[in-house]
């Protein structure tokens, strides 16, 4: 019997997750020190009951998330502007180089040829601005309340 009830309750989180999350992007809101809200918006894929993102190690999201991993997640469009309700979670922070090869192919497989492209673009602003290596990733494990 417990088994049964932990199965239901993994395939409940899963299905929750596909209704609460349907489009191809996700607002993030990490807070600053003084509490203000800073919304992302990102791209991500499902992996069991929680969302995975990819962003730089080095960023500002990422500090915040450090600081505190308690995040605010809607599903958003392109531009960041809010298609649902925010709902509270915790995020994860995975700097582990299987984390990240293995968000890295979920992405690709999701967003295909866009994913490509904006990698491509982000790689040669890089270049720009004369970062010469191909920056460190994080994954952010996302997993709401």
Not at 17 to 38: A, E
Not at 108 to 126: E, F, N, T
Not at 128 to 143: D, K, M, N, Q, Y
Request: positive net charge; contains cysteine; glycine residues 8%.
């Amino acid at each position: 019997m417990p088994t049964q009830t932990i199965e239901r309750a993994a395939r409940r989180t899963v299905a929750d997750l596909q209704t609460r999350f349907p489009g191809r992007y996700l607002s993030l809101t990490s807070f600053k020190r003084d509490g203000t809200g800073v919304a992302t918006p990102l791209w991500f894929v499902r992996d069991g009951s929680r969302l995975l993102a990819l962003t730089d190690l080095h960023s500002a999201k990422v500090r915040r998330i450090r600081r505190d991993p308690r995040v605010l997640v809607a599903p958003c469009g392109p531009s960041g502007k809010l298609r649902g309700e925010a709902v509270p979670a915790h995020v994860e922070v995975l700097t582990a180089i299987p984390d990240l090869e293995r968000t890295q192919k979920l992405l690709m497989q999701r967003y295909k040829l866009s994913y490509r492209v904006i990698g491509l673009i982000y790689r040669i602003g890089r270049r720009f601005r004369g970062e010469r290596g191909s920056g460190e990733g994080a994954v952010l494990a996302i997993t709401a309340e």
